[in-house]
């Protein structure tokens, strides 16, 4: 095989928060890749505007840096070596997007907080690469924390290492256990941009002021592209792009042959069909720009123009002879949701050009699928009404976000699991969830945790203040679990989670103790009617806000459904204002966000979305009808 020396690809991957992008910023910058005078923002890889709010990579992203130190020379590359440095989320949700990052790729940097340690994201990104037979350099990110314990911690990722390389192999794939041991670990503190191969004290920045042995690690640890030379062109699409003046544009990883411009090749698609087109423009990556070529070799990953619906998973061939490459493999959705038009009355009353209709709502879902490979859309016995299977919660509730601040209106179910019928058993996805809480807290965590059906498997004090625990639970018990965690905890509880496979259903689970205030007329919310019932509960809406029919307007203090008349007016008298002293004693309502609305919602609840307003209401808005369903369904459940 024939060797690339000009270009490695590798992944960053971690667990959610613990320095990714920051550390692919800090080798952009001390690559040159910005001017001296150009404002560099944090974490610049993060363009997308969801993900600057919510602080996390939802998208995988690549980049490309050009190293020019002194390594460059000794590895006969006097011109510098091009690395291509793929950002991956660390949610567990958004996993299709770190399998089709490390699909791109020769090699992978863990990245693990050094207080922190590995956690169940960690895992999950690290199995990937192992199953992969990928490469891995372990980088201690945060050591200037002041709760660092690096040394812990990188017992910590090693055994974890040691323990997911047994259990892939156990699996039939034939891994180099004898590199695993020799493995290279980076101390880091990106923000600052500084990284050394010398373990520094806890709490203490490394000894050396720049990423040059991270770049070491990655040259000599990385393995350069290896390519079959004389075999026809074979580029896999890892990804969709667009472009004002391009039209769609693929990301695509090549691993035989060259792209040239002009040249007609053959797309392999995903059902077998060899497509013949034209090759329009070839766009690589330099630093986060862009720049056109009219050829690319072996080992790069360049974006291409030249088919309108290029999918992901398709395979660039030579026409004359077509050697497609391995579909891309994505795990199976756990959990599901309904998308259905928006059918409140008060659908299309808040602004003007937003997208109502059943047409609408279904293009937008297929685009969906074109660009997002872990999600699957199911038809339901409704024609304006579709099931969408994803990952998790997260990644199905920042769709229905990305879609509301599109323009469209739409009514989202609350979060389903999704089962499998195992030897005849109803079988249902568990998750393994990792907590950490304040130790005064953890009588009150464990309680929670087996309400919602969980078992704890292990539970470890480092010492500060902090104790770690590790539940497995059905998915169906995490489902608003954040929401009550944080309340629990004061805000100070951390939770994350894994699939941990399927497991016997495990019954009833009740994850909300207080009942929803239900409006029983359509009207306006107002502040005497508020005034009068606020002992009874809290409201989500504001005083002469719109409200209909079956909207929750609020949470009860008590378990059970509470219809309310949050429209009564206070008479006219001569004795004295309608609306005197009153706004002043009303309690601020609660602005819940989408995620938080999906989380509260129970079984007879969905979510109206729009670009305005996020309502919870009733599925079956008339009260008497839903009293009549009500009925019948205690009646199915006595008889069960």
């Given amino acids: 095989m024939a060797v690339r020396g000009d270009i490695r690809n590798v992944a960053i991957v971690a667990h959610v928060d613990h320095g990714k992008t920051t550390l692919v910023n800090a080798m952009l910058k001390q690559s040159h890749v910005f001017s001296e005078r150009e404002e560099v923002p944090d974490r610049v890889l993060d363009s997308n505007a969801l993900e600057r709010e919510k602080g996390i990579t939802i998208l995988a992203k690549n980049t490309a840096v050009k190293y020019t130190g002194p390594l460059a020379a000794e590895l006969n590359e006097p011109e510098g070596i091009t690395i291509n440095v793929v950002d991956t989320p660390g949610h567990a949700d958004f996993g299709g997007e770190v399998e089709r990052g490390i699909s791109m790729v020769d090699g992978v940097v863990l990245l693990v907080d050094a207080s922190e340690g590995p956690l169940p994201q960690t895992r999950f990104v690290l ?3 192992l199953e992969a037979k990928l490469p891995v350099i372990l980088a201690i990110n945060k050591t200037d924390r002041p709760d660092a314990r690096i040394s812990e911690v990188v017992s910590e990722s090693t055994d974890l290492l040691l323990g997911l390389a047994q259990d892939v192999s156990e699996e039939g794939i034939d891994l180099d256990i004898d590199s695993l041991l020799d493995l290279p670990v980076i101390y880091c503190a990106a923000k600052a941009g500084y990284a050394s191969t010398r373990q520094p004290a806890d709490g203490d920045v490394p000894d050396n002021e720049d990423l040059e042995p991270l770049f070491d690690a990655i040259l000599k640890n990385i393995p350069a592209p290896e ?6 062109v074979q580029a896999h699409v890892t990804n969709i792009d667009a472009s004002d003046y391009l039209g769609r544009l693929g990301l695509v990883r090549i691993y035989n042959g060259n792209l040239e411009k002009g040249k007609t090749y053959g797309l392999s698609r995903v059902g077998g069909s060899i497509e013949n087109f034209k090759l329009t423009e070839i766009l690589r990556t330099v630093g986060l720009d862009r720049t056109p070529v009219d050829e690319a070799g072996p080992g790069d990953i360049v974006a291409i123009a030249g088919v309108s619906d290029i999918m992901i998973g398709e395979t660039i061939v030579d026409p004359n002879d077509p050697k497609p490459l391995p579909l891309i493999h994505v795990d199976d959705p756990a959990i599901s949701m309904t998308f259905a038009t928006n059918d409140s009355p008060l659908a299309g009353t808040e602004g003007k050009d937003h997208k109502l209709t059943a ?10 699928l074109i660009g997002n490979v872990s999600i699957k859309v199911v038809p339901t016995e409704r024609p304006d009404a579709w099931e969408v299977q994803g990952r998790g919660e997260l990644a199905l509730a920042v769709l229905a976000e990305e879609m509301r ?10 979060p389903q699991v999704v089962t499998k019928d195992i030897d005849g058993k109803l079988n249902e996805p568990m998750e393994s969830t990792t907590i950490d809480v304040p130790e005064e807290y953890m009588g009150t965590i464990t309680q929670l945790m087996a309400d919602r059906k969980g078992r704890m498997d292990s539970m470890s004090n480092h010492g500060s203040g902090w104790v770690r625990l590790l539940f497995t639970v059905p998915s169906r018990g995490l489902i608003g679990f954040r929401t009550a965690l944080l309340s629990a905890t004061r805000g100070t509880g951390i939770a994350s989670s894994l699939s941990a496979g399927y497991a016997p259903w495990a019954g009833e689970i009740t994850t909300r103790q207080n009942g929803s205030m239900v409006s029983d007329r359509a009207g306006k919310a107002s502040p005497y009617a508020m005034q009068k019932l606020q002992a009874r509960g809290n409201f989500f809406v504001k005083p002469q806000s719109p409200v209909y029919e079956g909207q929750v307007v609020g949470v009860a203090n008590k378990p059970g459904d509470l219809d309310i008349n949050v429209t009564l007016e206070k008479h006219m008298t001569n004795m004295r204002s309608a609306t005197a002293d009153v706004l002043e004693t ?14 509260f919602a129970n079984e007879d609840e969905c979510v109206e979305v729009t670009p305005e307003s996020i309502r919870v209401r009733k599925i079956i808005l008339d009260r008497d009808q839903w009293y ?12 069960k």
């Fill in 127 to 129: 199995r990937k690469a």
């Fill in 227 to 232: 390519y079959e030379e004389g075999a026809p």
């Fill in 359 to 368: 047409r609408m709502l279904r293009d937008r879902l297929d685009h969906e």
């Fill in 405 to 414: 601040r599109e323009g469209y209106e739409l009514t989202v179910g609350r």
């Fill in 586 to 599: 009303l309690t601020p309502p609660i602005d819940m966000s989408l995620e938080e609305s999906l989380d």
């Fill in 628 to 639: 009549k369903w009500n009925a019948r369904q205690r009646r199915q459940n006595k008889n």
